[in-house]
């Protein structure tokens, strides 16, 4: 890998496609420092450190983590990449559900770009409504819960609506930035912007656990970090290949046909997003809670609110972990169902002459490409659960709370493992196409 990255710095165009990348992500990382108009700077950093390691603001964990931090601060890029990653989420659903979402994917790069513009309108109208939840929230005092300092001095209708209008635009800088990364770049721009803010925020995790756990459970901590790293690794490239050979045809002159191939099937077919559904929708309980007690005068003692106070807030509880568990598995299922169609693949090989050696093509094709997804998904589903509940993990066995947000377990060992391949392969390919040495010998 090292051998590639001083390869890809050799070859000029290469070299600038990488430092045009790390140019935009140190932008992006600027951004994601640069304290909102109407912000008190001080009383903000003074807040995080007297509620970091508690309970208050569970339910924008998610977004915080994606935008490295900067939800919390009240930045520029507060609301980051989320809202683009949720409106790429649903148009990509909604190819199943509306007819002419499914005819404009069919219809290729034209297609592809009519989808990539719905996919922007959707990102903006997002990315309002949760800037304007973010700043209500941090108005009353919700976002950091347990501090008394103002966040927000000037209250105004005027001065809210110019930190939303900040935060959209920042929102929109940051799409606009990532699919530049994406044409001229190296790698998936916003992916990458996710992997820098989730890097970013590794140091001060590392040195909280140094100062407050000692150097020997910081050395244990380190030693776990590298195994699950290499276990997420040897999953993440694991794949079933099921071989494909195509007969041969006679188009005028020429034969065509009689190769054979297979078909990869990885293990974790479905990446991170049964992740990301799980962690959003396990905050809503909690939501729902919050919303309903801050229109009563005085608290409820109900049995829903007993419950969520007791199970569905604590990330140690079993009810927690296992809810969790169960919402990945599910959603893993679910995704892989829409995202691969066996039937779609089988028509795709009968068409161009393909066929499984001993499999029928047609019918018979499509069922065992469906019977081969369903067994390779339940070991991909249990692996991303195990991933996903490892911090909660570590909190019921008491390892302590500055464990929770340690980013190498749950959704940040993921997405940066999957960045971090998905880039080196690019960088190999791109190499490939340069070096014509190995075809040569």
Not at 281 to 308: A, C, H, K, M
Request: net charge positive.
């Amino acid at each position: 890998m090292l051998s590639a990255f001083i390869s890809s710095l050799r070859t000029p165009d290469l070299r600038r496609k990488i430092l045009f990348t790390l140019g935009i992500v140190l932008l992006y990382r600027v951004g994601a420092t640069l304290p909102s108009p109407g912000v008190d700077y001080g009383n903000v950093q003074q807040c995080i450190d007297q509620v970091s390691g508690g309970d208050s603001g569970q339910i924008y964990s998610l977004i915080n983590l994606f935008s490295g931090g900067a939800l919390l601060q009240l930045a520029v890029f507060a609301v980051g990449v989320m809202p683009y990653i949720t409106a790429s989420i649903i148009v990509q659903l909604l190819t199943v559900v509306i007819p002419r979402f499914e005819q404009l994917r069919k219809e290729g790069q034209s297609g592809q770009a009519k989808m990539t513009q719905y996919t922007r309108y959707l990102t903006i109208a997002l990315a309002i409504l949760q800037a304007t939840s973010i700043v209500a929230l941090a108005a009353n005092g919700g976002l950091l819960q347990g501090c008394s300092l103002e966040i927000i001095p000037d209250t105004s209708i005027f001065s809210l609506v110019i930190m939303v209008l900040v935060m959209t635009a920042g929102a929109a800088l940051v799409m606009w930035m990532g699919e530049l990364v994406t044409e001229r770049g190296v790698g998936n721009g916003m992916s990458l912007m996710i992997f820098a803010g989730i890097a970013a925020q590794i140091p001060g995790e590392g040195q909280m656990v140094l100062e407050s756990r000692g150097g020997m459970v910081f050395t244990l901590v380190c030693i776990a970090a590298l195994a699950i790293l290499i276990g997420v690794i040897f999953v993440e490239q694991g794949q079933r290949r099921i071989p494909v050979q195509y007969a041969k045809r006679m188009v005028g002159r020429k034969m065509y046909g009689g190769t054979s191939t297979y078909l990869p099937l990885k293990v974790n077919q479905a990446g991170v997003i049964p992740v990301i559904f799980a962690s959003s929708l396990i905050y809503i309980p909690q939501l729902i809670t919050q919303l309903i007690q801050s229109g009563r005068s005085e608290p409820g003692n109900s049995w829903w609110d007993r419950f969520v106070a007791d199970h569905l807030t604590n990330p140690a509880d079993v009810v927690y972990v296992a809810f969790y568990f169960g919402l990945i598995v599910f959603f893993t299922y679910f995704y892989v169902s829409i995202t691969f169609n066996p039937d779609e693949r089988a028509d795709e090989m009968k068409k161009f002459g393909g066929f499984i050696p001993g499999i029928r093509p047609g019918r018979p094709t499509a069922d065992y490409l469906r019977f081969v997804l369903n067994r390779i998904t339940l070991p991909g589903s249990i692996y991303l659960g195990v991933i996903a509940v490892m911090p909660n993990l570590f909190l019921q066995m008491g390892s302590g709370a500055t464990l929770q947000n340690l980013p190498f377990g749950g959704v940040a060992v993921l997405i940066m493992i999957g960045v971090g391949l998905d880039t080196v392969k690019q960088i190999e390919s791109q190499l490939m196409q340069r070096n014509y040495e190995g075809f040569l010998k």
